[in-house]
């Protein structure tokens, strides 16, 4: 039976479906790979790096944790991301994925000012990190 499985080796063939749907739901930059294997970046509908990794995606590894950050180096330089670790059954992270920031891109006011009931909720969101 077909299937997507992600493990802490997976290659970046094996996680490119998942990187794939990410930048096609959010039409954004996208980058990812797992914990021992170099990983995948996509920006434009194409990947652009097959063998991709990125100082934020590595502490993200390694403290097992959500980074909003804006990177001193690295192709994503200056640019807000925001990186998510993938955890296994044992709450360890076996990969992690990143997308830019848009949410810190924006003002949310002036976009969603007919809506304050979404600009609470972003700005709720952005409290907890």
């Known amino acids: 039976m077909p299937g997507i499985k992600l493990s ?3 290659t970046s063939e094996e996680i490119l479906p998942v990187a ?5 739901l959010f039409s954004l930059p996208v980058t990812m790979r797992s914990r021992n294997k170099k990983g995948i970046r ?8 097959m ?3 990125g ?3 590595e502490d993200a590894l390694a403290g097992n944790c959500v980074i909003h950050t804006i990177p001193d180096n690295g192709a994503y330089k200056g640019i807000p991301v925001v990186v998510a670790p993938i ?15 848009v949410v810190c891109t924006i003002d949310l006011a002036a976009v969603f000012g007919s809506y304050p009931q979404i600009v609470r909720q972003v ?3 952005k409290k907890k990190f």
Request: charged letters at 35%; hydrophobic letters at 40%.
């Open 20 to 24: 794939k749907m990410v930048h096609e």
């Open 8 to 10: 802490e080796n997976s």
């Open 87 to 101: 955890l296994d059954n044992e709450g360890k992270a076996i990969a992690a994925i990143g997308v830019v920031d």
């Open 55 to 57: 100082p934020v995606l």
């Open 123 to 125: 700005e709720e969101q």
């Open 51 to 53: 063998d991709y990794t």
């Open 42 to 49: 996509l920006e434009k509908g194409k990947v652009v790096d």
